[in-house]
């Protein structure tokens, strides 16, 4: 990894998110509206801007790691940036390279998506589920199990507002918080 | 059974049976002061209870319930249990009621499936309510459950009714001689006995089921049409509702969930237990709890040098005294006979005794001997049934041989050394470490409260091919304090040695230098 040189940090965060001074964000990152970015939590946008939508919720040891995707390495300096959408969770030690993310996705704690997986929209990755191989899953496919067996689910996951509008009035008071660097359109 | 982190399996110790085991996975008798594993005690359920709501169930009870819990349900798709989850509806017409109406439905919190999934309408109470899908086929199973009850009923009248006509049969030829009990009642007036009356088949017979002779076409789509994994369920699904057997997921249907049983563990040989958990389902606790792990020094390899065939190493073992009394530790061959002391004498005690130490000689000796002397044993393990009491001679297995061979000798020290009793309090205390323990320096290497590390001199056997798992053993023998007999009658605790065989894989042997 030592070849590779980051591209130089430019934070931009809407104002209404929540991102905490302790997490660790390398790379060009735009973090939307009401989205939460707890201690701890790593995003690394190495190859390309992440831009991750409104009301997103990244929790501690999370890691959101933008790779160069494997069907792009030759054409380093034309990768586009990766979009996340709306209402994710990233709960405790997931790590994400997925190469696409759609909306209302939950990825459960200490699960692994790797960068050959495109995710779409209300997907659920369960807890310590390992993705690695190249696919693209379905609207609202629950993956679930030492097997990683999958499922459709009849539904989106719903967004957590009450925690969400908890940890907005908690974790100010606990920890330092970056100033927002962009007003809402 | 037990995964611990101390479970390590290069250590085993022979059980009283002759069964190889981690010292965890053995109990230790304190009234037959012998080591005991899963196989050689019986084992008895206590109670069943719901893993999950923590319901107490009387064994009858259970039984009419197949079983399962009436409240909990596990996921059908992926086994986790269902929790129940509250929704609120809003009703209809807002005029009707202010008040929203509270329904609940079943989610798995792992694999995200719902009661909603298979279209399942909401409850209104959160318990009790969920319908049962019956099987189609449960009458059918009803009807030939109960032929088969009324066969074995029947089967024992006839039984009776042979032996009874058999009897007549003696009786009707001294009948003639006028003194039995039949001619008896006749001369004083009583009325004859019943004739017995062959009993009447009374067992309904179910129709046997019949090949239907209209067999569906063969579906070609099955092979021409691609399969949409998401709808079909695994075979893992499937075999869960063994009755229903759903082909697809929208077929699957919330299961009732299993019950769990709290057992005890019995010794065959004194019928005390070794192990019987508290009632309280909640509690985790135990009542009587007699783990090898308490009573027996633990043995751990602490460095082995290079194995090398023919060449004697060095290996380190650490001892450690789990109980609260001084014990003496020696090492015996491993060939060397194990006595059995009887704790609590009983009449034909000794008698008894000298059958188990016969029966241990020729039966716990490693497998070379076994063909020879598997007649013997035989003959030996009546005799042991015949002379143990006699409810529990029925349950009383005989040893087998230990099923490993030894391929590395041990040279056996000749003196022995001590372990301190164990002291909780000693970890912390860091100005304990003064001991005046007269110890063997070749023997004792060092040694910390409760711990010795004690230096052994190994020989792999001599034609040993390289990269082979290198077996030792040895006989330990241990002053064992009893401290039964001493609660009872306020005697002195009675103390004895204890052998055991302890078998340990070094690892792989490697290559001269
Ligand atoms: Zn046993
Ligand atoms: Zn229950
Ligand atoms: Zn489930
Ligand atoms: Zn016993």
Not at chain 1, 46 to 63: D, F, M
Not at chain 1, 135 to 152: A, D, F, P, S, T
Not at chain 2, 23 to 39: A, D, G, M, P
Not at chain 2, 370 to 398: E, F, N, P, W, Y
């Amino acid at each position: 990894m030592s070849d590779i040189t980051l591209p130089r940090n430019n934070i931009k965060i809407t104002t209404g998110a929540l991102v905490c001074e302790d997490s660790k964000l390398r790379g060009d990152i735009t973090i939307g509206k009401d989205t939460i970015v707890h201690p701890m939590a790593t995003i690394i946008a190495e190859s390309a801007p992440i831009i991750i939508g409104e009301n997103c919720l990244i929790e501690e040891q999370a890691k959101i790691v933008y790779r160069v995707p494997f069907d792009r390495v030759e054409d380093k300096d034309n990768i586009p940036p990766l979009i996340i959408g709306s209402f994710n969770v990233f709960e405790v030690g997931c790590h994400v390279e997925a190469a696409k993310i759609g909306d209302s996705n939950v990825f459960e704690s200490k699960c692994f998506v790797g960068n050959k997986v495109s995710v779409s929209n209300g997907c659920t990755i369960g807890a310590g589920c390992q993705l690695t191989n190249e696919q693209e899953l379905k609207e609202n496919i629950i993956v679930y199990g030492e097997k990683c067996q999958m499922r459709e689910g009849l539904s989106k996951p719903l967004p957590q507002y009450s925690q969400m509008e908890t940890l907005m009035k908690i974790l100010p008071s606990y920890h330092h918080i970056k100033k927002p660097t962009q007003k809402t359109k | 059974m037990s995964a611990g982190f101390l479970d390590i399996d290069c250590v085993k110790y022979a059980c009283t049976c002759g069964l190889l085991k981690t010292l965890q996975q053995l109990y230790f008798c304190r009234y037959c002061s012998e080591l005991r594993c899963t196989f050689c005690v019986s084992h008895e359920v206590d109670s069943h209870f719901c893993g999950k709501c923590c319901e107490n169930l009387p064994s009858a009870e259970a039984r009419v319930k197949k079983n399962r819990c009436v409240n909990c349900f596990i996921c059908p798709s992926c086994r986790q249990e269902l929790s129940t989850r509250a929704a609120s509806k809003q009703p209809a017409n807002p005029e009707e009621s202010k008040a929203t109406k509270r329904t609940y439905y079943l989610s798995c919190l792992c694999c995200r499936w719902s009661s909603r999934d298979i279209g399942l309408p909401d409850q209104t109470a959160a318990t009790g309510s969920w319908p049962k899908r019956e099987s189609i086929h449960s009458n059918r199973i009803q009807e030939i459950v109960s032929m088969y009850k009324g066969l074995q009923e029947k089967e024992k009248l006839d039984k009776e009714f042979f032996k009874k006509k058999q009897k007549e049969k003696i009786i009707s030829y001294t009948d003639k001689t006028g003194i039995t009990a039949a001619a008896l009642r006749k001369r004083i007036g009583l009325p004859e006995d019943k004739p017995i009356l062959k009993p009447k088949n009374a067992v309904k017979i179910v129709t046997p089921s019949k090949a239907d002779e209209n067999i569906d076409d063969f579906d070609e789509e099955v092979l021409t049409k691609s399969i949409n994994l998401l709808e079909i369920t695994s075979i893992d699904q499937r075999l869960l509702q063994p009755d229903v057997q759903p082909k697809e997921i929208s077929n699957i249907f919330p299961i009732q969930k299993i019950l769990s049983i709290k057992r005890s563990l019995r010794c065959r040989r004194c019928e005390h237990n070794v192990s019987k958990p508290e009632y309280n389902p909640n509690s985790i606790k135990f009542k009587i709890q007699l783990f090898a792990y308490y009573h027996i020094p633990e043995v751990r390899i602490v460095t082995v040098e290079p194995l090398r065939a023919g060449q004697a190493c060095e290996l380190i073992l650490k001892f450690t005294n789990p109980t609260q009394h001084q014990t003496t530790v020696s090492f015996l061959p491993f060939d060397s006979p194990i006595e059995v002391k009887e704790a609590i004498p009983e009449e034909g005690a000794i008698s008894q005794e000298d059958s188990l130490e016969e029966l241990d000689k020729s039966s716990l000796t490693p497998s070379k001997k076994k063909s020879s002397s598997g007649t013997k044993l035989m003959s030996l393990v009546d005799t042991h049934i015949t002379l143990t009491t006699s409810r529990s001679s029925a349950r009383a297995l005989s040893p087998r041989s230990i099923a490993e061979s030894i391929n590395c000798t041990v040279d056996i020290p000749s003196s022995t050394f001590i372990l301190p009793p164990r002291d909780d309090a000693a970890e912390y205390d860091d100005f304990n470490e003064v001991h005046n323990i007269q110890d063997d320096k070749k023997l004792v290497v060092w040694r910390k409260s409760n711990k010795a590390y004690i230096k052994l001199v190994v020989t792999p056997n001599e034609d040993m091919p390289i990269d082979t798992t290198v077996t030792t053993g040895f006989t330990m023998s241990h002053l064992y304090t009893n401290t039964i007999a001493s609660v009872a009658d306020n005697k002195k605790p009675q103390k004895f040695n204890h052998n055991m065989r302890v078998i340990l894989k070094l690892g792989k042997s490697v290559g001269l230098n």
